[in-house]
């Protein structure tokens, strides 16, 4: 089984923290933060805006 990249990883990781801060889980992101070693001043932000609904819907009409 092939894993993720160092780089898919720290995208992927820096997404799940954009969203749990959209849709309001304070708590899981800072410990998201914590435990997936994020800077969350590092604002890479702009290009993994809503990243996740969007590949999600993506993936939803692909399967369809």
Same mark, same amino acid.
């Given at each position: 089984?092939?894993? =993720?990249?160092?780089? @898919?990883?720290? !995208?992927? %990781?820096?997404?799940?923290? /954009?969203?749990?801060? $959209? %849709? %309001? *889980? /304070? @708590?899981?992101? /800072? =410990? *998201?933060? !914590?435990?997936?070693?994020? &800077?969350?001043?590092? %604002? $890479?932000?702009?290009?993994? $805006? &809503?990243?996740? !609904? #969007? #590949?999600?819907?993506?993936?939803?009409?692909? #399967?369809?």
């Amino acid at each position: 089984m092939v894993g =993720l990249t160092t780089k @898919q990883r720290d !995208e992927l %990781n820096v997404a799940i923290h /954009e969203y749990l801060v $959209k %849709n %309001n *889980f /304070e @708590q899981s992101a /800072e =410990l *998201f933060v !914590e435990e997936a070693s994020l &800077d969350p001043s590092s %604002n $890479k932000a702009s290009s993994t $805006k &809503d990243i996740l !609904e #969007k #590949k999600w819907t993506s993936l939803v009409r692909l #399967k369809k």
